[in-house]
């Protein structure tokens, strides 16, 4: 059905090299899309690579996004090869975990520039190629990948984590507001736990009990993320904006 086919598209997932990131460029390369992945280490985007290159042509373009130059290099980089962005998924993002005595400020600087300036700063940098790719009747399409945490109170003590995701659903409505009229949506999508690099100790030691407290009764899987992904690109997802859609299980909604 072409409500999800991105053929001819062109995507930019930052942190598309594993976890979420990497389940969201899988699902938008086997829709259609070419995808250009980004990550700070140049050996993981070779894997990456190597791996999703059977779904269809994928990029890897290595980049610090913990800084605004390297948001303005990416786009650059991505630029010189395209003349448009249909799709920018900001999905590159970090986590900390520490009791509130001992939570450090780095923490806060780590996790403000790469979870919510970098986002931002990201969008800036793209504009004018997702604007080239945007029309009135589809949209360019930015998700910004958030967090349940972001909208509960976390079970665990990551404090600058949390904050940062409400923060970066705030900044989707704020920037879904301003872009609209530019013809480019702006949505956050909140996952809960995922099998990810970043969520592999704590599902290994709680796994059960995170799967139980979900109405589903599971963790969430690679197709659930591709899913979204692939209906906030395509013509199905056309009509959305400024929304935040929790990807968890029901998890959220049942606390």
């Known amino acids: 059905m072409d409500l999800f086919d991105l053929t001819g598209k062109v995507a930019v997932v930052t942190g598309g090299t594993r976890g979420i990131g990497l389940m969201m460029a899988r699902g938008l390369l086997q829709a259609g899309a070419a995808v250009y992945v980004s990550s700070r ?31 303005r290099r990416l786009a650059a980089e991505v630029g010189a090869a395209e003349s448009g962005v249909h799709i920018l998924v900001n999905n590159a993002g970090a986590a900390w975990a520490a009791p509130l005595e001992e939570y450090p400020e780095s923490a806060w600087d780590k996790l403000v520039d790469l979870n919510l300036k970098a986002p931002f700063f990201l969008v800036r940098a793209f504009l004018p190629l997702l604007e080239a790719a945007a029309t009135f009747d589809d949209p360019a399409r930015v998700i910004n990948v958030g967090s349940i945490d972001g909208l509960q109170v976390p079970p665990l003590p990551t404090y600058a984590y949390s904050s940062t995701k409400a923060g970066l659903h705030q ?26 690099k970043m969520m592999a100790a704590t599902l290994a030691e709680h796994g059960e009990t995170i799967a139980a ?9 690679a197709e659930d993320m591709a899913g979204v992904a692939i209906w906030l690109s395509g013509r199905g997802g056309s009509y959305v904006t400024g929304a935040v859609i929790p990807v968890d299980g029901g998890i959220w909604a049942a606390r």
Do not use: M, Q
Not at 46 to 57: I, Q, T
Not at 213 to 221: A, C, H, V
């Open 171 to 196: 900044l989707t409505r704020v920037l879904a507001h301003e872009l609209g009229p530019r013809h480019i949506t702006v949505n956050a999508v909140a996952p809960g736990p995922f099998e990810s």
């Open 213 to 221: 407290s979900s109405p589903l009764g599971r963790i969430g899987r």
């Open 41 to 71: 280490k140049p050996e993981a985007g070779e894997a990456a690579v190597k791996e999703l290159s059977e779904y269809g042509r994928v990029v890897s373009v290595p980049a610090d996004l913990s800084s605004e130059a390297e948001c």
